[in-house]
């Protein structure tokens, strides 16, 4: 019903920059929150970023200042700009969006299907 497709990831060295876009289509009603989500091998997954219809974000604390999180409600994308790169940050990404397909179902959440990023010299 809903498909998000991520894009953008890649190799880049540290100190580097991505943008990471994911689009969301198919039976779309309307969209709440989308957010980006990270998981590294062997840790559980984690919430990156996150923003709501009406804009406002929130971050994870390892990524202040350093990642922005944007969207574009008409065509339904949400955006992750990273800077100052880091290891650390090396990460299968994976979008996320607060979905209801129509007027009376509930919101659900839909996955894209991850995109590598990988920071190393």
């Known amino acids: 019903q809903v498909q998000l497709v991520e894009s953008g990831g890649g190799l880049v060295q540290p100190g580097g920059s991505l943008r990471l876009s994911c689009a969301a289509s198919g039976s779309i009603f309307s969209i709440n929150a989308m957010g980006w989500y990270r998981q590294a091998p062997g840790k559980q997954r984690e919430l990156v970023a996150a923003?709501?219809?009406?804009?406002?974000?929130n971050y994870a604390d390892s990524v202040k200042g350093r990642f922005t999180i944007s969207r574009d409600n008409a065509k339904n994308t949400v955006y992750l700009q990273m800077n100052s790169l880091k290891p650390e940050d090396t990460a299968v990404y994976y979008c996320?969006?607060?979905?209801?397909?129509?007027?009376?179902?509930?919101?659900?959440?839909?996955w894209g299907q991850g995109t590598q990023v990988t920071v190393s010299s």
């Open positions: 923003i709501t219809s009406g804009g406002s974000t």
């Open positions: 996320n969006a607060d979905t209801k397909v129509h007027y009376y179902s509930d919101y659900d959440d839909y």
